[in-house]
């Protein structure tokens, strides 16, 4: 079965410094990667997701996630944060039967201040 | 806005009760998910409609149900609730093809009280 740890349940940076959130994965077969942020009283919304292909992958908002088949990681990145980053994230992986439905991991709420 | 709505925003009821949660995808979308967001379990994914069809279930409880309608709406039926089904409830579309794997939109949510 399909899974998805995200070891950090926050992650606190300063605005203007670089920002990582973690995300481990454990599939049998191609990993279909995603992630996805919850402002509050909100939805998920997209940000970027790996198929195949270049490892680094680019989403919305100028972030970025890199896939990494030998440590099975798919980390969220950012150069520079922003304040109005701060959201909860998660990281999900897609079922790779077909059906496609999404295994969330627990969460990582990223904080960042002024 | 993702383009998928919906409805109600909040849902407050008793135990024993049964309550209908509406969900419509985005124009064109052909699949619908329903997820279920707690603070003890998570994110969890309930069940998958495509074009009408029950595609895959997850985590679903025999109390709930779903059905897609031929205009692509989907309503999650949610009975003899107990004061655990309290949750956040997503709904969320995708063209959904067997050969791609596409993000899925997601509603903004139904809150669900049960007292």
């Known amino acids: 079965a399909q899974s998805v740890a995200q070891p950090e349940d926050q992650v606190n940076v300063a605005e203007g410094n670089p920002l990582t959130v973690k995300c481990t994965y454990s599939?049998?077969?191609?990993?279909?990667l995603f992630w996805y942020v919850q402002y509050p009283n909100r939805g998920l919304q997209f940000l970027l997701k790996?198929?195949?292909?270049?490892?680094l992958v680019k989403g919305s908002y100028g972030f970025e996630a890199e896939f990494n088949k030998s440590q099975t990681s798919f980390h969220l990145k950012k150069p520079s944060a922003l304040v109005s980053d701060s959201a909860l994230y998660f990281c999900?992986?897609?079922?790779?039967?077909?059906?496609?439905?999404?295994?969330f991991g627990t969460g990582t709420r990223l904080l960042v201040s002024p | 806005d993702s383009g998928v709505t919906q409805t109600p925003k909040h849902l407050i009821t008793a135990t024993g009760q049964r309550v209908t949660l509406r969900c419509s995808p985005r124009?064109?979308?052909?699949?619908v998910y329903w997820y279920q967001q707690s603070l003890d379990q998570g994110l969890q994914f309930l069940i998958q409609?495509?074009?009408?069809?029950?595609?895959a279930k997850g985590n679903i409880l025999e109390r709930f149900s779903a059905q897609q309608f031929p205009d692509l709406h989907s309503e999650l039926n949610l009975s003899s609730l107990e004061l655990g089904d309290s949750a956040l409830y997503f709904c969320?579309?995708?063209?959904?093809?067997?050969?791609?794997?596409?993000?899925?939109?997601f509603g903004p949510g139904t809150r669900l009280t049960v007292l």
């Open positions: 999900a992986v897609s079922d790779n039967t077909g059906f496609q439905k999404l295994v």
């Open positions: 599939v049998s077969g191609n990993p279909y």
């Open positions: 790996y198929i195949t292909g270049d490892n």
């Open positions: 124009s064109g979308d052909l699949s």
């Open positions: 409609y495509y074009n009408g069809e029950e595609r």
């Open positions: 969320a579309s995708s063209p959904f093809t067997e050969l791609s794997y596409n993000e899925q939109f």
